[in-house]
Structures are given as C-alpha cells and as structure tokens.
C-alpha cells in the first residue's frame, strides 16, 4: 500500500527505479550519486528486485553497458555526478542518437579543478546539447516523482530517447525529508511494460546498430533524431498530468508561485526554489508584486510557454548555477532570454544574468532579497548589471 517514508534524495530515487523494474541497473559509483546504487544493489541482493546489476570500472565502460543493455531491449537504469558524467560525453550523443531510452539519476555536482564534491549545475549543463531529455528536481520528493516519469516518457513510442533526472548533490540526494510512496503495482501500471522498437537479441528480425553514416543521409537521421525530442514536448505534459491523476501531485515544464500578477521575478532551477519562495511570500506581504518561475525540464526548453508565463513582467533575474566562461550569462539565462526577444506588440521584461551557488556555496533568503531589490533598481534606472553578469554571495 502506499506510505510515507522519511528518506533522502538518493533513497527516493532508489525506491522509484525498484517499483519501475528495470532489467539492468549499470553500476559506476560516484558521490554524492553512489548511494542509489548502493540501494538498488541491495534490493537486488535481499530479492526485492529481479535485475541484473553490473559493476563496470569505469564511467565510459558503465554507460557503455547501458547502451549495450538497452539495444538489446531492456529497460536500463544508471546513475552519474560531476567527472563521471563528463567521462560519459562522447556516449551520451551516442544513446541518444540511436534512440535508446534509458534513464540515468544525475546528483549535480560541481567540475574540477579546483576538485569540488558539491552542488552545481556544471555536469549538467556541459551536456545539454547531447540530445537527452534533461528534469530537475527541487526536493527528495520530485526526485521520486521525475524517476518515474521518466521512463514512461523515455519508452513513449513517439519519444525513444534517453533521459537524465538531476537532483543537487549533497543537498538534494541527502537531505531527509517525508516522501509519499506510491504502491508498487501502480507504478508499474502507470509505467506500463516496456516495448523496445527493436533488440539485438532477436536473430529472427536483425538490425544493423551504429553503422557509418555518409553525407547522403547523416543530416536525415539527425532530423529525426531531433522529432524525437520535440514530440517530447507533447509527452512530458501528458504524462505530467496522467502522474497527477493517479497520484495528485501535477507536474509540467515548470512551476509558476505567484506570478499572475507579478512585476518581478526570479527563473531558476532546482533545490534553490524553497528559499526564494520564502522570499516571495515575505515581499508579497510587504505589498511587492514578485514571483517566482521554477523550470524542470531544461531539454526540451520550453520556449513558448515561458514566453506565455514571463512576458507581462517587468523584469526577471535568472539564476544559474553554473559558470560558463566567455558567454554572456548562462545557459538557462541565454534560453530565457531567447524565448522573451520577439514578443509581439509589446516590449519584452528586462532580463538580467545571476551566478550563484558554485561548489555549494549557500544561497540565502537575504540573497534573494538583494537580487529583487536590483533588478527593480536597474529596471528603473534603465541601467545594465555593470559586468554584464551578477554573482550571488561571492567574496569580495
């Protein structure tokens, strides 16, 4: 039956891949991720889960077993962070392409050098044009919910792709929270059996996998590697409201808190959310007109629905948790602010670049205040953010 346990992100992921069933769980320890495998290797070793688990040696070698798995037809799960996920780059274009949908639990976490062990978003973010579907998650309990509605739009006939759910590492994966569990039989019933398009293993039906592929028809394939991708579109919200149907928490590309009739407001991603809705709350009492755009899906970008949810604005200071040197704001500032340039019969809200939180470094409710407080100022002084780029908290 259903329950309430108190677990941390990585547990929570943990139970969500146990109730999904995966075949192959590939196994290549990295914190602060190392625990969901830890968990689903347990589960596997007391009988709770029927799966094969494979230790590789590396992360190269890991998500080349998944790719090896999931073309075979099973349905795969691995779990990555920071130096692994960048070990994976050269294969991650490869699952991708050649429309495999695993699903991988990504505990975000800063790049070396200088080698750092917490949060940010650099592992991410240096794969967002790898052509997975990129979650996020704000707490342990999203983290749940995203693993397993991954794989049901990952396995989406009109999808196939693979999918990586992000939750902040150190804060996220181990903070301790009450997390609703669904049954087991429901969510396996909510994400259905899995019906590769093809296997390796069947000799009746055979296919060639990873051939060359000349200028004749390289560009075609992409093509349609890249429908995949935009018929996600249309299935992250299917299946975003067919998961609240069953189990009442609804979910889309993003979370609007109080931005109706906003003049102001913060776009961001991830655990960051909770105190900068406290800060909402607080200036909404003192009479400012502010909210708060919380994404979660970050690939496919939703473009025209944060144009729809952001244009009446004043003006937005998207906070990244990422540094990307050489470019003009981040990644979700330079989508953001993308999506808002040709507004129609109107002029479109300042935009205004933030980058807080490397390596783990804390965001706090007085931070939140200042960033309201500036774009306010700056929006009605007509004036840029000096630099061009904010940092939040940073040592003077």
């Known amino acids: 039956m259903a329950s309430i346990k108190v677990l941390n992100g990585n547990a929570a992921a943990a139970e969500a891949v146990g ?10 320890p990295a914190a602060p991720a190392s625990p969901i495998l830890e968990k689903l290797a347990s589960f596997i ?18 998500i080349s077993a998944c790719i090896g798995a999931s073309a075979a037809g099973g349905r795969v799960f691995s779990a990555a962070s920071s130096q692994g996920l960048a070990a994976m780059h050269e294969l991650l274009f490869i699952a991708s392409s050649l429309r495999l949908p695993i699903v991988a639990a990504v505990a975000n976490r800063a790049l070396s050098a200088p080698l750092n062990i917490h949060a940010d978003h650099s592992d991410a973010m240096a794969q967002r044009d790898c052509g997975w579907i990129q979650i996020f998650s704000e707490n342990s309990q999203e983290t749940y919910d995203n693993i397993i509605q991954a794989f049901k739009i990952a396995e989406h006939p ?12 150190f804060i996220t994966s181990h903070e301790m929270a009450n997390i609703w569990l669904a049954e087991t039989d ?21 296919v060639t996998v990873g051939s060359i592929d000349t200028p004749d028809y390289y560009f075609e394939h992409k093509v349609l590697q890249l429908q995949g ?6 299935v992250i919200k299917e299946v975003g409201k067919e998961f609240g149907d069953r189990f009442s928490r609804y979910y889309g590309y993003f979370e609007s808190y109080k931005l109706e009739d906003a003049e102001y407001a913060v776009v961001l991603m991830s655990s960051s959310a909770g105190a900068a809705k406290e800060v909402v709350d607080e200036l909404r009492n003192n009479g400012e007109h502010v909210g708060l755009l919380k994404l979660r899906v970050f690939r496919p970008f939703p473009h025209q629905e944060l ?43 300042r935009v205004f670049p933030y980058v807080y939180g490397l ?21 009605m002084e007509k004036t840029e953010i000096k630099t061009g780029l904010a940092f939040i908290n940073l040592r003077q």
């Open 359 to 379: 390596g783990g470094r804390d965001i706090a409710v007085n931070h939140f205040r200042d960033v309201f407080t500036e774009i306010e100022e700056k929006n």
């Open 307 to 349: 144009k729809e949810a952001l244009s009446h604005l004043k003006a937005i200071a998207v906070l990244d948790r990422v540094l990307t040197p050489g470019s003009y704001g981040g990644p979700l500032f330079n989508e953001t602010r993308t999506a808002l340039y040709d507004l129609e019969e109107k002029t479109p809200p």
């Open 19 to 28: 109730q999904v069933h995966p075949d192959v769980v590939v196994s290549n």
């Open 229 to 234: 991708m935009e018929n996600a579109r249309k």
């Open 158 to 169: 009109e999808v196939k792709n693979p999918v990586m759910v992000g939750l902040d590492g």
């Open 186 to 206: 429901e969510v396996a019933d909510f994400v259905g059996k899995y019906n590769p398009a093809y296997s390796l293993l069947d000799s009746d039906n055979p």
């Open 45 to 62: 070793a007391d009988g709770r889960l029927d799966a094969e688990m494979i230790n590789a040696e590396s992360a190269y070698s890991a």
